[in-house]
């Protein structure tokens, strides 16, 4: 197979991954597409799910760190009485109560209830290591896995539209819903625990990731796209670009951006601000992104200038 004739600049290259696709699988495309292995992404999406991958390109995996820990948008369907070991489509059945009866109102009082401030216990079926191997396969070996609840917040949950349906027999109650979560919240955990909070069961049976920090899927590529675009240049948000769209930005002067070059710490211009400020140098360049919760900026990751 043929590769672009130069390696693609530094950059985020959004993508809006196909249902199918692990997140390593688009990661390996992308490094043919950009020939070059220095490619990575923000956080992962399920082979289920569809929408918003970030990925990472040459200096710009240094930004990955810091875009992982962004809120995150979804739109998904929730399936009410029905439970699968994977809490989404791709699981075994283990329960079915069925949703018979269930109104609008109950469903939205439940949602008001997995709103705000949560203790999450993640869906078993997880890449969460436990004693050093990943939940899922120990999951699958046969294992009885409780992972213990972990603080995240659902920002926003909105309920769409209701369709009741029967599957194998069981009425079941298909709900659309669109939510904005932290990061580290699983949004089928949130299924099953609506289908737990009405008495009943619940599993995704579709998930789509619009919006990862300040990339949507607005400024997101179909992969069948840049494919048809191989050995041509990547479509990629440039590093300094990148970092306006991601972090609250400081402009610095000649000598703080020399001072931050060589390695020194500069003056924070709003102590207390929380979360990485990307530093530019008067020519635009991206220098550092810096941690000014003190009134002493410390430099998180440096950028030097891009090698010839």
């Given at each position: 197979m043929p590769t672009a004739a130069e390696p693609?600049?530094?950059g985020l290259l959004v993508v809006d991954k196909p249902g199918g696709w692990t997140s390593h699988d688009v990661v390996a495309r992308a490094r043919r597409l950009c020939a070059t292995r220095k490619v990575g992404h923000a956080g992962t999406l399920?082979?289920?799910a569809t929408g918003v991958l970030v990925l990472g390109v040459g200096r710009a995996t240094r930004l990955l760190t810091f875009l992982v820990g962004a809120d995150k948008d979804y739109?998904?369907?929730?399936?009410?009485?029905?439970g699968t070991l994977t809490d989404d489509a791709e699981g075994e059945v283990t329960s079915a109560p069925g949703a018979v009866g269930l109104e609008r109102a109950a469903v939205e009082a439940a949602v008001a209830g997995l709103t705000g401030d949560l203790e999450q216990v993640p869906s078993a079926v997880s890449a969460i290591k436990v004693k050093g191997e990943r939940a899922y396969h120990r999951v699958r070996a046969g294992e009885d896995v409780q992972?213990?609840?972990?603080?995240?917040t659902v920002?926003?949950?909105?309920?769409?539209?209701?369709?009741?349906?029967?599957?194998?027999?069981?009425?079941?109650?298909?709900v659309d819903v669109e939510v904005t979560v932290s990061s580290g919240t699983y949004v089928r955990a949130l299924a099953r625990d609506l289908g737990t909070a009405l008495v009943s069961a619940g599993h995704l049976t579709a998930l789509r990731r619009t919006r990862v920090g300040g990339f949507g899927l607005d400024v997101a590529h179909?992969?069948?796209?840049?494919?048809?675009?191989?050995?041509?240049?990547m479509?990629?948000?440039?590093?300094?670009?990148a970092a306006r769209a991601a972090f609250p930005a400081r402009s610095l002067d000649v000598a703080e951006a020399r001072s931050l070059g060589y390695g020194q710490r500069i003056a924070s211009a709003r102590p207390g601000r929380p979360?990485?400020?990307a530093a530019f140098a008067p020519d635009g360049t991206l220098v550092a992104l810096l941690d000014e919760e003190q009134d002493t900026a410390r430099s998180l990751v440096t950028f030097a200038p891009a090698s010839s």
């Open positions: 693609t600049p530094d399920d082979p289920m739109t998904a369907t929730v399936r009410l009485g029905q992972l213990p609840a972990r603080p995240v920002s926003r949950f909105v309920i769409g539209a209701l369709r009741p349906v029967e599957v194998d027999g069981t009425p079941v109650l298909d179909p992969l069948a796209e840049l494919e048809a675009r191989q050995g041509e240049p479509p990629v948000v440039p590093l300094a670009d979360g990485p400020v």
